[in-house]
């Protein structure tokens, strides 16, 4: 008997259909949404790890005895180094699964799926979208805690010779300062205490210290430096411009 | 309903499938334009008989109709049902494989000829070297053979071996020349000096 016809036969015989079009057209689409949802959660990972390493104080790097990625790996909460990693390999896997995903080598795969992650990624972070998320985070998920609130709690040890708050009351030579948990502390200062340029000592000023705790509510500063990041710093000397 | 041959004849592979889908018995139509084809290299990747080959064949194409609505115009037909049967082919020498290693199969002379270049060659030297082929084929890694036999014994381009396979023409393009490399040495070990170059 001819073989086609057998085929045919049997086509008929066991109502075989071919699955329709859009079964074909709802994977393509699923897979194709689960590489964008992978780079697009990618990249805002990415970027959270660039506010990090934007908010991590490397002048700390002489005061303490941690390497630069220590210091950025001390602030940055692993949720985001975790979540790039999975959303990427699930932005590659569902590349490579796409329809003409196999005529790529893994590593072109690789390299496209983290260029893109990491341009969106900075686009985000410049864009300011980084701190928006990470201080949403930060808000709502009580189990997160925050970049802000590591950097106030590495910031918190006068006994090891860090401070930082808000300034309170300033007059020459010495400061109040109120830390992160409203403590109030007496800060002095001379002529060899280095401040930052942009730090003007006044009331509303946050500010972060190095220096020595001298008794339980006095410190003397060698260092004085804002608070934010480079980012915060330019809004307040933007700030200062205006008024 | 019945399709003569010439009408099949007269439609490409896209129309075949174009007018199977919405008229089963067009589907004949590919399947008697690669069943020969198809049965080759079935036999010569699973080293099954050709009623075995044959059973095969029905059901990746029981898969192929199945799927056919999935068939990528942009992809060659002929690349697609490749896929299709290879895998088909796979799933089947795997479970050979584990249940009947000790099997003998009759294969036929031209199973695995090897180029036109040899086609002055006397018969009995060319039968030799089938089976010498036949024989280093079957010591290979199956990724090493089916890449061999897609290339030379198919004729297949890279792109097209890429299509198959699902894997990179670059990747296609090492595969090959390790699957090269490791036929020479069997072979070399096995016969000395049989598939040196004139």
């Known amino acids: 008997m001819d073989k086609s016809k057998e085929i045919i036969d049997k086509i008929k015989r066991d109502h075989i259909q071919p699955r329709p079009r859009w079964h074909f057209l709802l994977k393509d689409t699923l897979i194709w949404l689960a590489c964008g949802i992978g780079i697009f959660i990618g990249a805002a990972a990415f970027s959270v790890i660039l506010f990090a390493i934007q908010q991590t104080d490397f002048e700390l790097t002489t005061h303490l005895s941690h390497s630069r990625f220590e210091l950025v790996l001390g602030l940055l909460p692993f949720i985001w180094i975790i979540a790039l990693i999975v959303f990427l390999l699930i932005a590659i896997f569902s590349l490579q699964k796409s329809r003409s995903g196999y005529k790529f080598s893994w590593l072109r795969l690789v390299g496209f799926s983290a260029l893109l992650s990491i341009l969106l990624g900075t686009l985000f972070f410049i864009g300011g979208g980084a701190q928006w998320l990470e201080s949403t985070f930060a808000a709502n998920v009580s189990v997160y805690e925050g970049i802000q609130e590591k950097k106030q709690k590495m910031w918190m040890s006068p006994e090891a010779g860090l401070l930082s708050g808000m300034v309170e009351e300033a007059n020459p030579g010495q400061f109040v300062l109120v830390d992160f948990e409203q403590k109030k502390w007496t800060v002095a200062y001379d002529s060899s205490t280095f401040i930052a340029p942009v730090v003007v000592l006044e009331a509303g000023e946050q500010v972060k210290m190095v220096g020595k705790q001298t008794d339980n509510s006095h410190f003397t500063a060698e260092e004085i430096r804002p608070w934010g990041g480079r980012a915060n710093r330019q809004k307040m000397q933007d700030r200062r411009g205006k008024n | ?198």
């Open chain 2, 1 to 198: 309903m019945y399709v003569s041959k010439e009408e099949c004849r007269e439609l490409s592979d896209a129309e075949a499938v174009e007018k199977a889908l919405l008229q089963v018995d067009y589907f004949a139509c590919l399947y008697n334009k690669y069943e020969v084809l198809l049965i080759r290299y079935i036999r010569r990747i699973a080293l099954v008989s050709s009623e075995e080959a044959e059973d095969i064949l029905q059901d990746a194409f029981i898969k192929i109709w199945s799927n056919l609505n999935e068939f990528d115009q942009h992809l060659k037909f002929s690349s697609w049902i490749y896929r299709i049967v290879h895998n088909e082919t796979l799933s089947v020498w795997r479970k050979k494989k584990s249940y009947g290693k000790d099997r003998q199969v009759q294969l036929d002379d031209n199973l695995f000829e090897i180029g036109a270049e040899d086609s002055d060659a006397d018969g009995t030297m060319r039968e030799q070297k089938h089976l010498l082929a036949h024989d280093v084929l079957e010591q290979l890694p199956i990724k090493y053979k089916t890449v061999l036999v897609l290339k030379f014994l198919e004729g297949m381009h890279y792109d097209e071996i890429s299509d198959v396979l699902k894997i990179p023409e670059g990747t296609v393009a090492t595969r090959i020349n390790r699957a090269k490399k490791a036929f020479e040495k069997i072979a070399a070990d096995q016969q000395p000096g049989f598939f040196e170059k004139e």
